[in-house]
């Protein structure tokens, strides 16, 4: 009965033992600061990093020609360009049943439209020699404006007065050409963005040195020193010349020289 009083004894005071060994130890308590000491916490700002270079879009190819492409549209011109001349040599409208007036009227839209279709053809063999000029190509897309009216009205009349078949081939000729100026417009429109895009580029280039340069140049050139008034010098000027002041010299120097009443060689005795 002692004997497991005694163990019983031991094992509670064992468990007394290990759980204060186990017991959290507390922690000591924080100081407190006084007021007005907290640290304030503040943002850290790092140094600026490098802008990266803007993104420049890539140019539009939309209706842009090689040089190949914009010489075969050329030669397509040329060949409605020979076929309208072909067709005008076959117009006479002296036989024509009109009045005198309508027929010079339309011998002057005859005239005129010779003359447009023979100013395209010039600008047209320019143009080609030079398919990436964006002038010529102009001027080529404005005579053809200019060909297009006139060809219309010598249709309708030959239409009217001669044979309406043979006034269909002026009116299909007319549509022909019309579809290569309007093939030939967005290449135009392609060489006239390129240019727009050069001189844009040009000019910011050009006001980002300038501003540069005012930049560096800042309070380096100092104070305008001022300049002395000079009286200027005219050269190639002519002074007056007086005649008493010359007189006045000659009488000096008879005066200064030889006595006249003695002659030559003679010394005066003192």
């Not at 967005?186 to 390129?194: C, G, I, Q």
């Not at 007056?240 to 020289?257: I, L, M, R, V």
């Amino acid at each position: 009965m002692r004997a497991h009083l005694l163990i019983l004894l031991v094992a509670v005071w064992t468990g007394m033992l290990f759980g204060q060994s186990t017991a959290p130890t507390p922690q000591a308590p924080k100081p407190q600061k006084a007021p007005g000491t907290e640290e304030i916490q503040t943002e850290e700002v790092g140094a600026p990093q490098a802008t990266p270079p803007p993104v420049t879009a890539a140019a539009s190819t939309v209706g842009s020609m090689d040089a190949t492409q914009v010489k075969a549209l050329l030669h397509k011109l040329w060949l409605t360009d020979f076929r309208l001349k072909d067709l005008l040599a076959q117009v006479h409208p002296e036989r024509w049943k009109m009045p005198e007036t309508a027929k010079k009227s339309f011998g002057q839209t005859l005239e005129n439209l010779q003359k447009s279709l023979a100013a395209v053809e010039d600008w047209r063999a320019q143009f080609d020699n030079r398919p990436d000029s964006l002038y010529l190509g102009f001027e080529t897309y404005v005579a053809i404006n200019a060909v297009l009216p006139r060809l219309e009205g010598v249709a309708q009349s030959v239409a009217l007065h001669e044979n309406p078949n043979f006034g269909g081939q002026y009116s299909q000729a007319g549509n022909q050409l019309f579809d290569l100026q309007q093939a030939l417009q967005p290449h135009l429109a392609f060489l006239l963005k390129n240019q727009d895009g050069l001189m844009l580029a040009a000019q910011t280039n050009l006001a980002a040195c300038q501003s540069t340069l005012g930049y560096a140049l800042k309070d380096k050139n100092g104070r305008a020193t001022p300049m002395r008034n000079v009286a200027p010098v005219f050269k190639g000027t002519r002074h007056a010349h007086h005649p008493t002041t010359s007189a006045n010299s000659a009488k000096d120097g008879e005066g200064k020289g030889a006595d006249p009443t003695k002659p030559d060689g003679a010394t005066t005795k003192k």
